[in-house]
């Protein structure tokens, strides 16, 4: 159980952490240009915050704990293809229903998602083995 929640730990401000950094200033004026007519003026933190207690949660399941019975790669392709999928769910339904979504918004957050899914992932994998 241990090792259970300090991989989950682990994996949870790996993304916090990176995700901030890509918000926070590298993606921000992407999503400024394609979107800022939908965007809040202040995010909604508690929602925010859910999302990042979550997230990680299928991480775990998914790719982090199955990923370190089998090699790195596995939890690798397991998280990418986690990630992959459940930003593409988001993304693709907004391009398929609001008016005017970037469909370039659409892959960036998707390749976005892919790559913060594998590292956070990998980060927990690490914490777990650890452990």
């Given at each position: 159980?241990?090792?259970?929640?300090?991989?989950?730990?682990?994996?949870?401000?790996?993304?916090?952490?990176?995700?901030?950094?890509?918000?926070g200033?590298?993606?921000?004026?992407?999503?400024?240009?394609?979107?800022?007519?939908?965007?809040?003026?202040?995010?909604?933190?508690?929602?925010?915050a859910?999302?990042?207690?979550?997230?990680?949660?299928?991480?775990?399941?998914?790719?982090?704990?199955?990923?370190?019975?089998?090699?790195?790669g596995?939890t690798?392709?397991?998280?990418?293809?986690?990630?992959?999928?459940?930003?593409?769910?988001?993304?693709?339904t907004?391009?398929?229903?609001?008016?005017?979504?970037?469909?370039?918004l659409?892959?960036?957050?998707?390749?976005?998602?892919?790559?913060?899914?594998?590292?956070?992932?990998?980060?927990?994998?690490?914490?777990?083995?650890?452990?």
């Open positions: 159980m241990q090792k259970t929640l300090l991989a989950y730990a682990a994996t949870a401000l790996v993304m916090v952490a990176i995700d901030l950094v890509w918000l200033w590298i993606a921000k004026p992407l999503y400024q240009q394609g979107i800022g007519h939908l965007m809040s003026a202040e995010p909604r933190l508690a929602v925010g859910l999302f990042y207690l979550l997230y990680p949660v299928g991480l775990m399941v998914f790719a982090v704990v199955p990923g370190a019975a089998m090699g790195w596995e690798a392709i397991k998280a990418a293809l986690f990630g992959f999928f459940a930003y593409a769910t988001y993304d693709l907004n391009l398929a229903t609001l008016k005017n979504w970037p469909a370039s659409a892959l960036i957050d998707m390749t976005w998602g892919t790559a913060v899914s594998t590292v956070s992932a990998l980060a927990g994998r690490w914490a777990y083995q650890a452990a």
